[in-house]
């Protein structure tokens, strides 16, 4: 369990949260995350995120999809149960490339969206903090990571004179957990103190 | 943002395209003397064949180019705009090709020898039942009159796709008048269209190129010819983009189209696999006499190597080479691909005319290329006239904006 103290600022509007999120990089706080309601094309360039490897992730899942339905269906018609279907040789691959194309984007697919659900930290029972649970709905949330050099005030001040609406000093716990809100609420309770 | 409004040909282009021209013009005489004119009719074959492939080729290629046009423009897609000065230019190609190969194609039709197309052997096709039982669509009236208006019709809605096109460049219009023109655009789109679907994804191929194996048939052919030549012009539009930025031109395109672009030529060659694979795997599988002897010389006989090797250009190449994101907003990566794909896909060509006429060897390709190179200098010469005529970046079109912002 980590829980870490962070400034989280909240904003209710786009146009006010790209150059805050600009100017919040320059001065060298840490963004921990920027929450929204949908998807905002460029922030990620703006917040200075790596693309994603998702992509590679699904090309080595598809080769391995290509591979599990060769090798399975070589060693099935040729080794273990070879049949004479139609005169053709047991080793008839164009008759198996739809198989070998399902088997890789089945694998591929997912592969993908397992992988996609581990790095969002998505299960089922699994359990996350939310900053401010209106970033589902109507505002834009900027958590700043608190280090040690950290000045609180001055944070505090920084978000609110970059324009937003509304920041507050939390402790949230950053990885998941499993179990229910209110039993375990007390996890990040005790990092107050 | 300053533009550059027009192309301007500069002197290593032309020269380039004149001496492709000549090269062409010259292998067609080398082709004429050693087999054009010979006594043999099976040498006289192999000169109307390669004319055939790459006319027909070339001439599919640069309709395609009209053909992506259409396609924008029925979608309403802005994100061409900028650089759609280019696929038209190409497509003003039409007519001269078009009827370069028309000439070649009604030659072959009416020249006496029946090497190439057996169905106009009349004689021969009255003892022929299949022919025979085929002989209400492959006959030389329905062959000429389906011929001629298809190239002219493709001339015509090009040109008047291309004219309205060209009408923006007046000055800015208004919302109502901007929205008159798109629906003028999108009906004459949509009549090209059916005209397209008429001519290139179905009957041009049958007639054109699949009589050439006059008793098979396959009925995926049409679209495995139109997937074809379409990825060799999508590959021919990126190749303009690549070059008229190298030269400073089109200040309103970058790496987004680009990249839009490759996954056009990247879809596409999959799209042509997965056809390639449907009309072989078929064919393999039920295995009948009169469906497997187009098969025979190709994957059997001696067009073996030139049949799996442009499957390895076409698929494996941008497949492999074009999957990443990076490489399709490459400007290197991606002028290599196109001239892979063009390559690979005349390539292509030649497997699927070639063992027709010759069915025991594979005649020496220097020849075809040679042509080839004839062909793209034409194609480079009437493109880069037309770049010229007009404005590069049609500013003024309603669409503009849409292209100017556009990010995938």
Known sequence: ?????????????????????KQVRKSGYKIHDVFTPFPIHGLDKVMG?????????????????????????????????????????FFSLPAWIPIIF????????VGMVLTFCYLCQMAPFVKKDHFNLRSTDDLFVMA???TEKTNEKEAVAFLQNVGATDVVVDYKETEW????????????????? | MSIREKFEITKKYSLLSYVLMTIGVLSVLLLYINYGSSEDEHDRSRFWASLLQNSVFFLLVVNAAMFFICTTILAWGGWATSFRRIPEAISSAVPVIGIICGAIL?????????????WTD????????ILLHKSGFLNKTFFTVWTVLTIFLWWVLGKKIRSLSHSTDIGPMGVEVGKKFIWKNTIWAALFMIVFSLTVMSTIPWLWLMSIDAHWYSTMYSWYTFASTFVSGMALIALYVVYLKNKGYLEYTNQEHLHDLGKFMFGFSVFWTYLWFSQYMLIWYSNQPEETIYFQPRVNGVYKIVFFFSLIINFLGPLLLLMKRDAKRNYMTITLLAVLIIFGHWLDFFQMVHPGPSRDHVPMIL????????FVGLIMFLTGRTLSKHALVPKYHPFFKESVIHHT
Request: glycine share 10%.
């Open chain 1, 177 to 193: 957990w499993l179990g229910r809100y209110d039993k375990e609420i007390k996890i990040f309770e005790k990092g107050k103190q």
């Open chain 1, 102 to 109: 399902e088997l890789t984007v089945l694998f591929s697919a």
């Open chain 2, 106 to 118: 009604l030659a072959i039709v009416f020249g006496g020898d029946h090497a190439i197309y057996h």
């Open chain 1, 144 to 146: 700043l990571e608190c």
């Open chain 2, 122 to 129: 009349t004689e021969h096709v009255k003892h022929d039942p």
């Open chain 2, 367 to 374: 020849y075809d290329l040679g042509i080839a190179a004839g």
């Open chain 1, 1 to 21: 369990m980590a829980v870490k103290k962070f400034i989280v600022g909240s904003f209710d509007d786009e146009a006010v949260l790209f150059p805050a999120v």
């Open chain 1, 49 to 89: 995120l790596r693309d994603t490897s998702i992509h590679t992730a699904g090309f080595i899942y598809g080769i391995t999809g290509t591979a599990t339905a060769l090798g399975f269906i070589t060693w099935v018609a040729t080794k273990d149960w070879p049949l004479n279907i139609g005169g053709k040789p």
